[in-house]
């Protein structure tokens, strides 16, 4: 593994010319919701001024939607960039992108029912990517995806001892991307998490009640022993509850909404 890979000479936005013709333009309800995404997803205190969430183009499969290098609270529909699965824009006209693009470009290559990611540093995964002695683990019913302990995406072990901890190219991405073979949420030692879903209201769910799974878990693991839901209850809750993605997204659009007039 070449640490030297990964100088960090290139800074976090970063200009990237376009390198293909766009797709077909995509449903604009999607890009709606692709908005609405990125403002829940701020509100609820997932993402800050970091983070970001992407969903796949509806019209080709091998295309993704991604907003521009910028806050998630403030992104427009004017704001949302097509991108190859290779991470590269299509229709960026010189605005900057994320450069952590390439983690939404092999997921979506890896796997086809995927149909939307969120990348985030949420406040609570943070310590749980770095303690050796706990996995995230699903501790309520509203978290089940999560399951009996999800994976660790160690960095250094791909990339050497150096780095800024950052998915920086489609090398990265892709290591990263083999992990959600076991898990529909992966944590980034030192760094956050990234999750999976086959809608944007099912991924937005998904990232917040894994930083509300995450909170509970720092919370009763210095009070005693901890009972987490079993396997086979975190299979059930999963299935069961997420039919139901469509209610809290509704409650949180609006809340969002809301606060952003304010
Ligand atoms: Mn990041």
């Not at 960090?8 to 709606?32: K, M, Q, R």
């Not at 995404?37 to 800050?48: C, K, M, P, Y």
């Not at 019913?141 to 489609?170: C, K, Q, S, W, Y």
């Not at 909170?215 to 009763?220: A, G, N, P, S």
């Amino acid at each position: 593994m070449c640490a030297s890979d990964n100088s960090g000479s290139e800074s976090y936005a970063v200009n990237v010319a376009d390198t293909a013709a766009p797709e077909a333009a995509a449903d604009p309800a999607l890009i709606a919701d692709l908005v609405t995404a990125n403002h829940i997803l701020f509100d609820q205190g997932v993402v800050d001024a970091f983070g970001h969430v992407s969903v796949r183009h509806d019209k080709n499969p091998s295309r993704f939607l991604l907003a521009r290098n910028m806050a998630p609270g403030h992104v427009t529909a004017q704001d949302i960039i097509e991108f190859t699965l290779d991470g590269e824009p299509v229709n960026a006209a010189g605005r900057k992108v994320y450069l952590e693009r390439f983690i939404h470009g092999e997921i979506y290559r890896a796997y086809p029912e995927v149909q939307a990611v969120v990348h985030s540093h949420s406040h609570a995964i943070v310590p749980l990517s770095v303690l050796k002695t706990m996995p995230l683990r699903a501790i309520f019913h509203m978290a089940g995806f999560i399951g009996e302990g999800a994976p660790v995406f160690e960095i250094r072990d791909v990339a050497g001892p150096g780095t800024d901890l950052l998915i920086r190219d489609n090398r990265l991405g892709r290591a990263l991307a083999e992990c959600f073979k076991a898990s529909d949420i992966v944590l980034m030692r030192g760094h956050g998490s990234t999750v999976i879903g086959r809608s944007l209201q099912q991924v937005v769910y998904r990232a917040v009640y894994a930083e509300i799974n995450a909170r509970y878990q720092l919370e009763t693991a210095h009070l005693g022993d901890v009972t987490y839901l079993t396997a086979e209850e975190a299979r059930t809750c999963a299935m069961n509850i997420e039919g139901q993605v469509q209610r809290p997204w509704d409650l949180w659009r609006r809340q969002a909404e809301q606060r952003r007039k304010q």
